[in-house]
């Protein structure tokens, strides 16, 4: 079998086994099996070499796929990214440029709308400039692209992250701006202009582009991820980006979650009760049980709860916040109304004063209603600023506070049953969604609650500006008015009355008010005090007469208290010596508005006639009442060649001489007397000057002080005194010569006070 070659022998050889080389016919066993063995063992071998040629073969073409596959991968990054960055940069010229013919509505906020959209496009392409740097012009495995957004993660983060947040916000903006007819004219413009450059739908496709644009990071690197081979240097890198991107888009997912979960409480907070009552069921009847132990344990102290101190800060300084807008809100308006009611009583005021003149009003009572008219619009200028700029921003503060209140209320209710959860040792995956939602909340008001804080200071502190603002320039105008009216005012009070020709306005008015008030204290029900004066003339409540005037009868004995130096003091300060008189007899009441007088009282002459033009008795006042006396009686205190005053009576002499202190020479006459009805005054006694020269030696002569300031007398020696009291000092100096304690006559009461509680008069 020498022309055999390897491969025909094996055939052969299996199908005569009996065979043998060098001997066909004579081959043992043993031998067989050998060469049977020797034969698969080289078919194995054979059938190796030809799989492993062929995993060769398809790893090679796997690699060139994969290869092709990263390449495109890549190209579709970049190629992504140019677009995606185009259209920002697209949308911003568009809709902020300056040089633009169609002009932004008033009522549409681009910055708002847009948000941070100018960070992400310069963020957008610093991430393409670093891409386009690792991919171009370098060998396959140099292509490193993962290290790129490691290197930007956070950026895109802080950027990405507040524009995400606030897209549904922007989203809702939009739909009401849909409402406005000026609105849509103005962003379907702005669309049909892009539309020339780019496919663009609405606006608010342009808009959710950065949203769909981070979330869409992380599936291009795990596409790219896939397509890199475990040797190559960027697979490590691709992995820690895709890390990166996960985060950032679980950060932001998880915001999305938080807002969604508060906003799901604030809603709920505004349904209606009839809409609370219908949710009531059995589950939540046990959860709010649940939550109202927890309450009373932990506010007994019973049971352990999680405190978060940042959280508690927050709070206390939203809490301080809403404390001082409510305060503001309630003063401003309490002030508002005060306001209110003095304009109120003072238009009133002019009302009656014009319904007074009636057809009779002159140039004055023009003036005066002319300048409460002003105060009126003045007024109502400032009422409108303050509701519009102070009241209503707060008003809807306030109402607005509602909501951070209920989500607060929340989070501790999510603490307590998370508290509750874990206390019982429930199943995990209940413990962890419990403490998921509690953590949920707390982030959301720890990342809200200072910018909320830091807006009500800011709007608290315009609304303070605003309202200042107001009332200086309503004060000013005030200022102005008050004065033109202080000079109307006394321009009225010297107007004659419409009823009385030559009477003064407020002389008329004293002398009527005098007489409603005596007619007033004749009615029954009025209690006795109310005015001693007329308590002898009362009726009793059964009708009857206490004591009735009888003409025929002898006049009705009332006799009035004994003058103080108080009211000789008031008397002087209130009308001036030139209206003080000293009555010369005791005269009791005649009538209804008469006044009782005795000798030598001092009086006050408020009009020198009766209502009926009478010239007999005069209005007068005592310091204490007002009332009707005959003239006769009365006469001017007169003065002794010394300067002192001489009175009627020697016991009353040293009163009247602190009184006038104006001078009369004998001849002089009096100019308010009509030579009609002139009195008849009794003689006034003279006295010489050596007598009076010895009286003034023999008796000392005491000066007034007021009171400054309230003293209560601490023993016998010294005398208590009321602001304002009028005493007459007797020595300046106690008993050791203590120039600090003085002794005076406090209305009959002698007594030490303090020195500096005195003013001299």
């Not at 062929?54 to 073409?61: D, G, I, L």
């Not at 200071?457 to 107001?470: G, T, W």
């Not at 007329?534 to 009735?548: E, T, Y």
Request: glycine share 4%; aromatic share 8%; hydrophobic share 35%.
């Amino acid at each position: 079998m020498k022309g055999f070659t390897d491969d025909m022998r094996l055939p052969f050889l299996l199908c005569f086994p009996c065979l043998k080389f060098g001997n066909l016919f004579s081959v043992s066993p043993r031998e067989e099996k050998l060469e049977k063995a020797r034969l698969l063992a080289e078919q194995r071998a054979a059938d190796e070499c030809l799989r492993r040629e062929e995993e060769q073969k398809n790893a090679a073409e796997e690699r060139s796929k994969r290869r092709e596959k990263r390449q495109k991968v890549l190209q579709e990054l970049v190629e992504t990214e140019k677009d995606y960055l185009f259209d920002l940069q697209l949308c911003l010229t568009t809709f902020f440029d300056s040089d633009s013919a169609i002009r932004v509505p008033s009522s549409v906020d681009i910055e708002f709308l847009f948000g941070n959209m100018e960070e992400i496009a310069d963020v957008a392409q610093r991430l393409l400039t670093s891409l386009e740097s690792a991919i171009s012009g370098k060998a396959f495995h140099d292509q490193i692209v993962g290290s790129t957004f490691v290197a930007l993660a956070d950026d895109m983060k802080n950027t990405y992250a507040p524009y995400c947040r606030h897209h549904d916000d922007v989203i809702a903006v939009m739909e009401k701006h849909r409402e406005v007819p000026e609105a849509c004219q103005y962003f379907a413009a702005k669309v049909e202009e892009m539309r020339r450059r780019t496919n663009i739908f609405d606006v608010e496709a342009m808009l959710i582009k950065p949203v769909q644009r981070i979330l869409k990071y992380p599936l291009l690197l795990h596409e790219l991820l896939k397509s890199t081979e475990d040797d190559h240097p960027d697979k490590v890198a691709i992995n820690s980006a895709i890390r990166a991107m996960t985060d950032v888009a679980t950060a932001i997912n998880e915001y999305k979650r938080r807002k969604d979960l508060v906003f799901k409480y604030k809603r709920d907070s505004d349904q209606s009760f009839a809409m609370k009552i219908a949710k009531l069921n059995f589950h939540s009847i046990k959860k709010k049980s649940s939550r109202m132990r927890g309450r009373l344990s932990t506010n007994l102290g019973i049971g352990l709860q999680l405190r978060d101190e940042n959280f508690e800060r927050e709070e206390t300084h939203f809490r301080s916040a809403e404390k001082a807008v409510k305060m503001l809100l309630r003063n401003v308006m309490s002030y508002m109304d005060q306001m209110q009611d003095v304009i109120v009583c003072q238009e009133n005021l002019a009302a009656d004063i014009s319904d007074y003149f009636g057809d009779k009003a002159c140039e004055e009572v023009t003036r005066y209603l002319t300048v409460h008219r002003e105060l009126l619009s003045h007024y109502k200028t400032l009422t409108c600023t303050v509701e519009e700029l102070v009241l209503c921003p707060l008003n809807k503060l306030v109402a607005m506070m509602n909501g951070p209140n209920n989500v607060i209320d929340k989070r501790f209710d999510k603490l307590l049953d998370y508290n509750n959860l874990l206390g019982r040792g429930k199943d995990e995956k209940l413990v962890q969604a419990a403490k998921k939602d509690y953590e949920a909340m707390n982030a959301q008001l720890l990342d809200e609650l200072p910018k909320l804080y830091q807006l009500i200071i800011s709007l608290l502190k315009h609304c303070m500006a605003a309202y200042v603002r107001a009332q200086r320039d309503f004060q000013d105008h005030a200022l102005k008015e008050n004065c033109i009216l202080l000079e109307a005012v006394q321009q009225l009070q010297k107007l004659p009355s419409v009823l009385g020709g030559s009477e003064n306005v407020m002389e008329n008015f004293n002398i009527r008010h005098t007489a409603a008030l005596d007619q007033i204290s004749m009615l029954s029900f009025i209690p006795r005090g109310f005015n001693p004066k007329m308590d002898a003339f009362r009726l009793d409540r059964r009708g009857s007469s206490r004591q009735l005037f009888d003409p025929s009868k002898p006049p009705p004995t009332i006799q009035s208290s004994s003058q103080s130096d108080s009211q000789r003091m008031y008397l002087r300060q209130m009308y001036g010596a030139d209206n003080l008189y000293q009555v010369t007899h005791t005269m009791p009441a005649h009538d209804l508005m008469d006044m009782a007088v005795t000798v030598g009282t001092l009086v006050a002459v408020i009009k020198d006639k009766d209502p009926m033009g009478g010239r007999q008795r005069w209005f007068v006042d005592d310091g204490a009442n007002k009332g009707f006396v005959q003239s006769s009686i009365l006469t001017k205190p007169s003065r002794s060649p010394t300067g002192s005053l001489s009175s009627l009576t020697a016991e009353d002499s040293d009163d009247l001489a602190s009184i006038c202190s104006t001078s009369m020479d004998e001849g002089d006459t009096l100019p308010w007397l009509s030579s009609q009805s002139t009195p008849v005054y009794p003689q006034v006694t003279k006295v010489s000057q050596e007598e009076t020269s010895m009286s003034a030696s023999a008796q000392p002569v005491y000066e007034y002080y007021c009171a400054e300031y309230p003293f209560q007398g601490r023993s016998s020696n010294e005398v208590s005194l009321v602001a304002g009291q009028v005493v007459v000092v007797i020595s300046y100096q106690d008993l050791d010569g203590n120039t600090e304690w003085w002794l005076v006559d406090a209305d009959g009461d002698q007594g030490y006070v303090p020195a500096n509680y005195l003013r001299k008069l």
